[in-house]
């Protein structure tokens, strides 16, 4: 099963810790933020960020309500507790990066590019991540209900004692995607885009009618 990369659960074993400073006041379009800690900051609707950067930065306990962060650009980024709903960020930028204990509802991420990101104890639900790339991702202990991945690239991904619910994979791409430690795979559609992943036996057992309905397989016993 592929290793789930470190991601801290706790903000003081972040290598930048230390250099974290305070984070006050509105965001800003193309803003540059670099080892700053927003901290039970409540973004109201209509906020804009779009191109801003995060730098080794920190967000704990925030709640962002349709704020637009779309081709924000994230690089060692650390999220706990955070609520985004109705958030855009579409064709944003993620590096090194880890959301623990995060929900996300409503996004829109569709063009987003994913490098070595964990999300762990999320909850992802209508998310939109058409067309993204996902590269090294790991979904550990999420429950991802009704995401779009349409036409993405999921290279390396992985999913750890996650549940997949109506996620959408019609025309996506999967290299090396591992599914062994899924808990449940509940596919809206996109069952033959399972080609390239690794699946164990028992869900291949569950998966079997679908897959076989997909390529057009009649089973009959008699």
């Excluded at 099963?1 to 930048?16: F, I, N, R």
Aim: charged share 25%.
């Amino acid at each position: 099963m592929t290793a789930v990369p470190h991601a801290p659960d706790d903000l003081a074993d972040l290598p930048y810790a230390h250099l974290l400073r305070p984070h006050t006041g509105p965001l800003e379009v193309e803003g540059d933020y670099d080892t700053v800690h927003l901290d039970r900051l409540d973004v109201p609707p209509g906020g804009r960020a779009a191109g801003s950067r995060f730098l080794e930065s920190a967000v704990t306990d925030c709640s962002f309500d349709g704020t637009d962060l779309r081709g924000a650009r994230m690089n060692d980024l650390w999220a706990s507790g955070t609520r985004f709903t109705g958030v855009s960020l579409a064709e944003s930028t993620w590096l090194d990066s880890a959301l623990v204990g995060c929900s996300l509802a409503g996004v829109e991420a569709f063009g987003a590019v994913l490098r070595r990101v964990v999300f762990r104890r999320c909850k992802l639900d209508s998310v939109n991540l058409r067309a993204a790339r996902l590269d090294d991702v790991v979904f550990e202990d999420c429950v991802l209900r009704d995401v779009d991945l349409g036409g993405a690239r999921l290279t390396g991904a992985a999913f750890p004692g996650s549940r997949l619910e109506q996620v959408r994979l019609g025309r996506a791409e999967l290299k090396r995607a591992d599914l062994r430690g899924a808990v449940a795979i509940d596919l809206a559609d996109g069952y033959d885009s399972l080609r390239g992943a690794v699946i164990g036996s028992h869900q291949l057992l569950d998966l079997a009618p679908a897959l076989a309905q997909t390529l057009g397989i009649t089973v009959r016993d008699r």
